[in-house]
């Protein structure tokens, strides 16, 4: 009776068989079993779309199939289909180290059997199960060993803290930190040339937390930016160390209306000698009213510095968002002439008691 071979390459030895070189084709069978215990092997698939048929090899060693990780290299420049008969048996390591954004599947040579396919990008490895569960569609069973790259996981959760480790969370432009629902709750924008950044600082009782602009630049401002008409709110009691008004410094000899926009300064300077007497408009700007940027109860208060030649000019009108308003004057009377060779400063507090709805007050002061 003949020796017959397992899927994978073993010769079953008849008995009586090979006499004189039975140790010969005993040591062979273990090393083949060897090869399919633990071995490794590389092969190359490079090339076009194409399918590369792993054999069996009966009673020698080397065969591919008979190994239990097989790296898949080469440059690919088309779909790849790696093939095993359809009575092999075993698991396999596999590793897809080719070059090229082209799918490789793994599966038998026939029959409809489940396969395994590494996509354009996977390079990496898999541990499939080759099972050879029927006769004519046996499957090839991908074992998941959980995840083998932290971006395969699309939904992580932490069983602990994340320490960091001394190193940094890089976050791309335009992403950041989202609550439990989803929703956003700190967007992160980025500079390419950043040298400037907040440095946030905890602190023990009795100590402020602080909110610090820091960086590469010896002096660096801390920009607060609300959205269309939305202002900055400091909730509480407030202490201020230091503070600056905008200026807006223009050489306009004032006349006519002058529109004062309340979210571009909080003090005008006309450095030129006015032309005549001129109307005072507050708005907010250009596309927005003072109405729309105020809340009932709330109050503002701007300077509107004109200078004056040999021509006493003044303020013959004031209005709010176009329409007139008669201020309460410093005094108890309007103004009714400027200061000849100085520098008049209209001071205008406004409150708004109701909707569209504002009381004035205003001051006149000489600076010569």
Same mark, same amino acid.
């Given at each position: ?8 390459? &073993? ?229 201020? =160390? ?17 529109? @004062?926009?309340? =979210?571009?300064?909080? &003090? ?44 006493? @000019? @003044? ?32 001071? @205008? ?20």
């Amino acid at each position: 009776m003949a020796s017959t071979y397992t899927p994978l390459g &073993v010769e079953l030895q008849a008995t009586g068989e090979n006499a004189g070189t039975w140790g010969t084709k005993t040591n062979t069978n273990l090393q083949i079993i060897e090869q399919i215990s633990g071995g490794f092997i590389q092969q190359s698939i490079a090339g076009g779309a194409q399918t590369t048929t792993l054999s069996v090899s009966d009673g020698s060693t080397g065969a591919v199939l008979s190994h239990r990780m097989i790296e898949f290299t080469g440059s690919i420049t088309g779909n790849q289909v790696v093939t095993i008969p359809l009575d092999v048996q075993t698991f396999y390591f596999l590793r897809n180290s080719t070059s090229g954004a082209y799918t490789v599947q793994f599966k038998y040579v026939s029959g409809s059997g489940d396969s395994f396919t590494f996509s354009a990008t996977n390079k990496s490895d898999a541990l499939v199960f080759a099972s050879a569960s029927d006769g004519t569609n046996p499957n090839i069973v991908t074992i998941n060993t959980g995840i083998k790259e932290v971006s395969e996981d699309t939904t992580p959760q932490l069983g602990g803290d994340l320490d960091t480790n001394d190193h940094n969370i890089k976050i791309d432009d335009a992403h950041g930190i989202q609550d439990e629902n989803g929703n956003e709750q700190i967007v992160f924008q980025t500079t390419a040339s950043a040298v400037n950044q907040i440095d946030v600082t905890n602190a023990a009782t009795g100590n402020a937390p602080d909110i610090a602009a820091t960086g590469g630049d010896t002096n660096v401002d801390l920009n607060f930016t609300p959205k269309g008409t939305g202002r900055v709110t400091f909730n509480g009691g407030g202490a201020i =160390k230091n503070l600056t008004e905008k200026c807006t410094i223009a050489a306009t000899g004032t006349t006519g209306t002058v529109n @004062y926009d309340v =979210k571009t300064q909080a &003090v005008l300077y006309h450095t030129a000698n006015a032309a005549g007497n001129f109307t005072v408009n507050l708005r907010g700007d250009g596309s927005t009213t003072l109405n729309n940027i105020m809340d009932t109860g709330e109050s503002l208060t701007v300077a509107f510095l004109v200078t004056n030649g040999g021509t006493a @000019y @003044y303020q013959s009108a004031f209005q709010i968002d176009g329409s007139s308003v008669t201020p309460e004057y410093q005094g108890g009377a309007a103004p009714s002439e400027g200061n000849v060779n100085s520098v008049d400063s209209y001071t @205008y507090t406004v409150v708004k008691t109701a909707d569209a709805t504002f009381t004035a007050f205003a001051s006149l002061t000489q600076y010569a």
